[in-house]
């Protein structure tokens, strides 16, 4: 039988967040710790009750159901033959920001409520897209291009993109509801050269999808202050529910690539020390953490056949790294694999006042 070390596994967890995802190219970027030097006592999770719900928010819970193909996920198409129409919703912007080039986009407006034009998306996929987005570059190869996601020539169901604030020359973002939790916000800028950063075309209106970012609670930086690497990211948790959002993205991860290897009829191996980096939209920038795995009883090799057979358990992932960008523009976080960091630019993942 075919061994599987789920590399696939590897680089989505270590890709991981929402979404741009964070240090190392940044001027203002404040680094606090590197690497996991000491395990420290994990706490008991406890959702933050005096924090301050995003205004409509909810604290995402997990819902029972059968796990999505996520192997397939970005190649869920859009079917017109099978009665699945555009995502839209009637709305009256109160400014209207006219943006030319090739391609035609969505209403622009920085002005208008967000109640007046948001629609809702599943909190499944957004597990996915956070951490599948939250720390790689946007290429043609891993980024569906923007006029793929909406409008008559849409192509891809998976993110309804109902409107756009635009907070850059090419900086866009959207906002969308998560069914019985926060708030998604989902980052569009052009394609930039893979060595120099740089822009690869002057078309303002040739964007692609390169971030995302669950929220649901509303924190300062000073708040987080005090985490250090060797924390557990139950300790996070009980400072921001979203949390426990990311850490059953991990679990969901593992189960359906033990789901998709057991098809294939092969054997599952689990991944030593995995790494995955997550993001936190503050009042005062972005805050981007990252969690390796962190148990010396770990038995690299998973036999569900055995009993006990060895078992993840998700409270063992310890903050190994934390960085600060007060300035919102964040570059992605490579930890251990820097030789597959590819420039220093930032993205920008500022979100206006009016959707915070």
């Not at 680094?31 to 395990?39: K, L, P, Q, Y």
């Not at 795995?293 to 569900?304: A, K, T």
Request: glycine letters at 6%; a negative charge; proline letters at 5%.
């Amino acid at each position: 039988m075919k061994r599987s070390l789920l590399l696939s596994l590897v680089l989505l967890l270590f890709l991981a967040a929402c979404s741009g995802a964070a240090p190392s190219g940044s001027a203002d970027s404040v680094s606090v710790g590197s690497a996991a030097s000491s395990e420290s006592a994990g706490s008991t999770p406890a959702a933050s009750g005096e924090a301050a719900l995003i205004e409509g928010a909810q604290r995402w819970e997990e819902t029972e159901g059968p796990l999505p193909d996520m192997w397939d996920f970005h190649s869920a198409a859009f079917d017109p033959a099978a009665g699945h129409e555009p995502v839209t919703r009637e709305f009256t912007p109160v400014d209207h920001i006219l943006v030319s080039g090739k391609y035609t986009m969505p209403v622009i407006t920085n002005e208008t409520p967000l109640k007046d034009m948001i629609v809702s998306i599943s909190g499944t996929q957004v597990i996915i897209l956070e951490n599948l987005l939250s720390a790689s570059w946007a290429t043609e190869k891993n980024a569906p291009a923007l006029r793929d996601l909406w409008g008559e020539t849409q192509t891809l169901q998976y993110i309804p993109v109902t409107f756009l604030r635009r907070t850059g020359e090419s900086s866009y973002y959207t906002v969308c509801r998560v069914d019985g939790g926060g708030y998604a916000y989902f980052f569009f800028d052009r394609l930039r050269d893979s060595e120099t950063g740089s822009y690869l075309t002057e078309d303002l209106t040739d964007v692609y999808l390169y971030g995302a970012i669950y929220a649901e609670e509303r924190h300062s930086y000073s708040e987080f202050a005090d985490i250090k690497p060797g924390d557990s990211i139950d300790k996070v948790a009980q400072i921001d529910h979203k949390v426990y959002f990311d850490k059953n993205a991990v679990a969901e991860y593992w189960l359906a690539g033990v789901e998709h290897t057991h098809a294939k009829g092969q054997d599952v191996w689990y991944i030593e020390d995995p790494l995955f980096t997550t993001l936190l939209l503050l009042d005062d920038g972005i805050l981007q953490i990252a969690y390796q795995y962190n148990d010396p009883n770990f038995d690299v090799v998973y036999d569900e056949n055995s009993k006990p057979h060895y078992e993840y358990d998700y409270s063992l992932y310890k903050v190994i790294d934390t960085r600060y960008y007060p300035d919102n523009m964040v570059s992605p976080y490579m930890g251990d694999l820097s030789e597959l960091a590819t420039h220093d630019g930032a993205y920008n993942l500022n979100v206006l006042d009016i959707d915070r």
